[in-house]
């Protein structure tokens, strides 16, 4: 097993790649286009060497690190930091209105190198994949009185939209969100145009259809969830007296 990951913002550009063989753990990191550093480490079974594995890619993506899918060369200009950016302002120019903002960024992209179009598809998909997690699950559903499967998609990517400080907060403690989601609109919050960005900026780029797109961007799986709450009031206030006083 192997797994790369990326930082890239307007100061770093590093690599941190990690990888198993049997009971032997070897992590490679490093500046980007250089042959870095490793250390290796044997465990004592494979079991411990995964546990292992699943620490340290955890702190690694908290501290903004983004798997690579190694289906063609990144030879974008967009990264993490150029991504929020243009989340941010398309958020801006449109007050907050999620669709708008979605038009925009299509627009935006339409206009860039192919890579780029990419590259935005695959960084999205990883942050989205990154919030599929129990805590945000239950806030999802105290805040809008219930959350099914695509309901909690659609949330993510909605939550996406509002850009990195709130993101990153409400991933850190879901009752950041309290303050920012009026109760009024809270059964309103769809972000479901967020996921199609990139697919349909390619589109308009190329003439060619979502197949060929989602071929060049390629799939990051969810993590598996183990819940820790249950779809009721007591196990929900439980959890997020904050926002349950507030939305329930």
């Known amino acids: 097993m192997k797994r790369n990951f990326i930082y890239k913002d307007e100061k770093s550009d590093k690599f941190w790649t990690i990888h198993l063989e049997e ?47 190694d289906i063609a060369p990144n030879t974008s200009n967009i990264g ?6 243009l989340i941010e302002r398309a958020k ?7 669709e708008e903002q979605s038009e925009i960024l299509k627009e935006i992209l339409a206009e860039r190198p192919l890579e780029d179009i990419i590259e935005f ?5 990883y942050f989205h994949a990154l919030s599929y997690n129990s805590d945000l699950w239950a806030a999802a559903y105290i805040i809008q009185g219930g959350c099914s499967d695509d ?18 907060n409400a991933i850190e403690n879901p009752e950041t969100l309290a ?25 308009r780029k ?13 799939f990051v799986d969810f993590p598996k969830i183990e819940f820790d709450w249950e779809d009721d009031d007591d196990s ?3 959890k997020f007296p904050k926002l349950y006083k507030i939305f329930s």
Request: charged letters at 35%; one cysteine or more.
């Open 23 to 69: 009971k032997t753990l070897t992590v490679i990191f490093g500046k980007s286009n250089t042959a870095g550093r490793s250390n290796v480490k044997e465990f004592p079974t494979t079991e411990e060497a995964q546990k292992e594995i699943e620490k340290l890619i955890k702190e690694k993506t908290r501290k903004g690190y983004m798997e690579v899918i």
């Open 80 to 85: 993490v930091a150029e991504f929020w950016n």
């Open 92 to 98: 801006h120019k449109t007050f907050g209105d999620v």
């Open 121 to 125: 598809g695959r960084i999205f998909e």
């Open 151 to 168: 309901m909690f998609d659609y949330f993510r990517a909605w939550l996406i939209a509002q850009g990195k400080n709130v993101f990153e």
């Open 179 to 203: 303050k920012i989601i009026p109760v009024e609109e809270a059964e309103e919050i769809d972000g479901e145009c967020m996921l199609y960005i990139a697919d349909e900026a390619y589109e």
């Open 206 to 218: 190329t003439g060619n259809d979502m197949e060929k797109f989602l071929d060049l961007q390629g």
């Open 236 to 238: 929900l206030k439980k």
